[in-house]
Every structure is written in C-alpha cells, then in structure tokens.
C-alpha cells in the first residue's frame, strides 16, 4: 500500500514539473513583452520631448522675431513723429526761407543740441540770433532735440527762424563700465543723429555745432568763416573751435590771436563733410569729445583755437553735474571786439607756416627754471617759457598758475607739440614747453 502512494506521488511530480516549466515559460514571454513596450515607451517619450524642444525652440525664434518686429516699429513710429514734426515746420515757413540768399551757398549750418533744458536753450537762442539774423542765409539755424520734452520742443517750435529736430531713441542703453552716466550715451547717439541728418540728409559742406548753454561773440560767424577757408586750404586741420581751455580772463589778452592745437576743444566748433565721413561709421558709444582726442582718430591733425573765446559756456548745471564750472568755465572771458577777420591773413596758421612762426615765439621767450616760478615770472618784462619732463611735472607747474592740468591720450590741453601757451599780467606769455617740444619746433635747447 505504501510502494502503491509512492509511485502515485511521483506520477504527480511529472505533471507540476511541467506545469512549473510552463509559467516560467508564460512569465518569461510576458517580461519579454513588457520589456519590448516599455522601451517602444521609452523612444516615444524620446520623441516627444524632441518634438518638445522642437516647438520650444520655434517659439523662442518666434518671440525673436516679435521683438525685432516691435524694435523696427518703434524706430518707424520714431521716424514718422520726426517727420510730422518736419512737416509741421516746413508748412510753417518752409526751409526755403532759412536759406533765401539769391541762390548763395550756405557756409555752414548751425545747430544747437538740446535735451531738456528749456530756459537754457531760450538764452543761447536769443544770443545767437543777435548775430545770425542778419546773415542767417549764410548759416541757416537748426536746434536739435534729444527726447521728448515738451517745454524745449515747445521753445523751439515757438522760433520762425529755424528749423526744428527731434532725435527719439527708444534703444536700451548698455553702459560699459558699473557706475556711468547714461546721458554720455545718449548724447552721443544725438550727435552722430544730428550730424548725420545735417550733412547726408540737408547736404551741409560744414556743420557748427553748439550746445544750449552757450553765448556766443559778436564776431563768431565772421571767425567761422575765416575758418572754413582756412580749412579749405589746409586738410591738416582736422575742425575749427571757439573755444580756449585756458581762457579764462586772467590768462588771455588778445582777440586777435589764434592757435593751432593737437587738443580738440570742443564747445562750439565746426568739421567737414569729407571729415564727418571718416568718423560716422566709427562714432562712439559714448564720450565722443575724449575720443576726439585720441591719436588714432585724429592721426596728426590739428585744431584752431582762438586765444579769446568766442563762445561762453553758463551751463552749471547738465550732464557734466557742474564739474569745474567754478574755476574753469565761469570766469571765462568772451571776446567781445568786433574783428574784421576778412582784413587778416590767417596764412601763417597753415601747416608749412606755422610751426616756423610758433618755433619763433616760443625761441624768443626768456627761460627760466627752478622754485617760484609763478613769483618769478611775474618780475620778468617778457615772454617767458619753462621746461617740463614729464605730466607730473606739468601738472605741478598749471597748478601752480592756476591754469588746467587734464592731458588726454598723451597732450596736455592747448598743447602744440606739447607746448602749453597762456599769458601773465595781461601781455606777457608764459610757454610750458615738453621735453621733446624744442626738437619738434627745431629749437637749439639753451
């Protein structure tokens, strides 16, 4: 009987060993099914954030397009607001009428730029039309406006004797360095707008500009003049200024006199066409007058200036947040002698004349050296001049005489071949001479 359930039980192992191979058989093809769905799940979730990226990648393209779309209609709602507004003026009196002069070509345009200055701009307007009026065919005027301010923009629309701009810039500025001003930005974004405009889009041959902080002298117009001739003969002068650095009342004395400069003065000058060609396509981001005075962008050309301004600057307050107002601007002294500048012969500030006729002066002056300068050179009955070697010694010796110590790019302000001419007690000049100025002039060193 025991044998008999033996042999019973081992027939039933068969059986469940054949049942236990089956599911194993079962299970494996079900894992091997589950396997192949879920990597088919796999590569379709692969696809999709594929796709995913796909879209997000045409909706960034999209946004990109949707920005420049908005930049380029803001600039054509800028252009077309420029437009009305020139229109406007134009039905008003017509610029015809600012160039009416029997066919005479214009000397140069004048242009004020402004910004949001509304009793400043009135001063200038009013100091320039003293002297323009009468010749304002020979220098149609212009005010340029940087923004939207509505009481400049209504002060200049208020004038029949001009011609109105407004300079809309709806770009983001990026300054370059923590800290800056904006403002430098955006006024060199307006000039390089407004000179564009004057010489490409009016076809000026010469621009003067000015800033709405400025007088100027009852001579200005007629110096400009003598100027653009001058520049005409001579392509080594890069513009022409109204302005000294050291023309402060104390250290001028001669309307009559006028300098070349490797110092770019700025504050009332006038360039060129064929010179804004050369410096459109490069202007600045900001800063525009230090770069001016870079070697690299003047290349050896030089600046008239005269010795007694013909422009006075009463900005105290503006971008510049009033910096050396009170000692170097205010006591400006401008020009006030009516010079016939069609009587003088301005041949010897050409290139080939002038570093003969400077050499002259500078030859002539009585050295002198050591301590108390300032003391001794006002016990001299002469023209005096005075060795520097190096900037620090330069700036010791202007600020001992009270005179500017700033270089820019290796030039100290004024500077001719490094020297540095301002007068003492009315008539006498004082020469701050460089240490290689003697051997630039052709001067034998004593």
Known sequence: MVRMMTCD????????????????MRLFQTQSQYADRLGSAIESENHCTSQMRGLIDDVSIKQSRIVALEDMKNRQDQELVQLKDLIQTFQRRGIAKLTDGGGQIPVAAVVIMACSRADYLERTVKSVFKYQIPIASKYPLFISQDGSDQAVKSKALSYNQLTYMQHLDFEPVITERPGELIAYYKIARHYKWALDQLFYKHKFSRVIILEDDMEIAPDFFDYFEAAASLMDRDKTIMAASSW??????????????????????????????????????????????????????????????PEVCRTYNFGEHGSSLGQFFSQYLQPIKLNDVKVDWKAKDLGYLTEGNYT???????????????????????????????????????????????????????????????????????????????????????????
């Open 9 to 24: 039980f081992r027939f039933l192992l068969i059986p469940a060993a054949f049942m236990f191979i089956y599911i194993q």
């Open 244 to 305: 000294n650095d050291n023309g402060q009342k104390q250290f001028v004395h001669d309307p009559y006199a006028l300098y070349r400069s490797d110092f770019f003065p700025g504050l009332g000058w006038m360039l060129k066409r064929s010179t804004w060609d050369e410096l459109s396509p490069k202007w600045p981001k900001a800063y525009w007058d230090d770069w001016l005075r870079l070697k690299e962008n003047h290349k050896g050309r030089q600046f008239i200036r």
């Open 356 to 446: 003969k006729y400077f050499s002259g002066l500078v030859r002539q002056a009585r050295p002198i050296q050591g301590s108390d300068l300032v003391l001794k050179a006002q016990n001299i009955e002469a023209d005096i001049r005075i060795r520097y070697r190096d900037q620090p010694e330069f700036e010791r010796i202007a600020g001992e005489f009270g005179i500017f110590e700033e270089w820019k790019d290796g030039v100290p302000r004024t500077a001719y071949k490094g020297v540095v001419v301002f007068r003492i007690q009315t008539t006498r000049r004082v020469f701050l001479v460089g240490p290689d100025s003697v051997k630039q002039l052709g001067i034998r060193d004593s």
